[in-house]
């Protein structure tokens, strides 16, 4: 069974800075596929970032291309979203989501695409 528990989030000043930490217990956990995802109070959970295990591909939402940076440490079976310059609008809890991919290369976007999620960490940004 994967476990994932997310890390890291806060209070931040916009234009600060936080670095996301995801760790995944229970599987080999450099075959899935990861993502970030986040959901804003009376909004639906989006996607933010995903990358593939085999050759870390990457994908962003339009909202984050620029500012977020997705990587992963298969060794210490953990991802991180590093996100700078951070908005008010970024202001959400964050979660962390997982699914075994056969391909290696795959970026999923979309949150039925994930089987694991975490708890969640939330993020926020005064203005």
């Known amino acids: 069974q994967v476990q994932l528990v997310e890390s890291g989030g806060g209070l931040v000043q916009a234009g600060g800075s936080l670095r996301l930490s995801c760790a995944a217990s229970?599987?080999?956990?450099?075959?899935?596929?990861t993502g970030w995802f986040r959901q804003a109070p009376l909004k639906e959970r989006e996607f933010v970032a995903g990358i593939s295990w085999s050759d870390s591909r990457t994908h962003y939402a339009d909202s984050v291309k620029g500012r977020f940076t997705i990587s992963r440490d298969n060794a210490k079976n953990t991802v991180y979203l590093q996100m700078n310059s951070l908005k008010p609008e970024d202001m959400a809890v964050y979660y962390c989501?997982?699914?075994?991919?056969?391909?290696?290369?795959?970026?999923?976007?979309?949150?039925?695409?994930?089987?694991?999620w975490g708890q969640g960490t939330q993020v926020t940004v005064s203005s």
């Open positions: 229970g599987v080999t956990f450099s075959l899935y596929t």
């Open positions: 989501a997982a699914r075994r991919d056969y391909s290696g290369s795959y970026v999923y976007t979309g949150i039925i695409d994930y089987d694991y």
